[in-house]
């Protein structure tokens, strides 16, 4: 019974190895750098710095999300709609 056992483990590691990690990694690596973006809101330019490690989380369960960890324009604007992230895609 061992085996068998054995067996599924190994290749849920290796599908672990060889197909989840590059997702995670390359999509980690594409949205650690901060990017300029068009405020639709204040119709200014703006920094925004996206949440790396939630986006890779997001690409292993096959969903894309995208979230704002930081933008030059808050304190003040915390509360936007963050329309800025459509040009993302």
Do not use: N
Not at 30 to 46: G, I, N
Not at 49 to 67: E, P, S
């Amino acid at each position: 019974m061992t085996k068998p056992l054995l067996v599924l483990t190994a290749v849920f590691a290796l599908g672990m190895i060889y197909v989840v990690a590059p997702v995670m990694l390359q999509t980690f690596l594409s949205y650690r750098k901060s990017r300029q973006v068009s405020c639709p809101e204040e119709k200014k330019m703006a920094m925004i710095h996206l949440d790396a490690q939630a986006a890779a989380l997001a690409a292993a369960r096959g969903k894309a999300k995208l979230q704002i960890r930081d933008c030059s324009l808050w304190p003040k604007e915390d509360g936007c709609a963050r329309g800025c992230l459509a040009q993302m895609s």
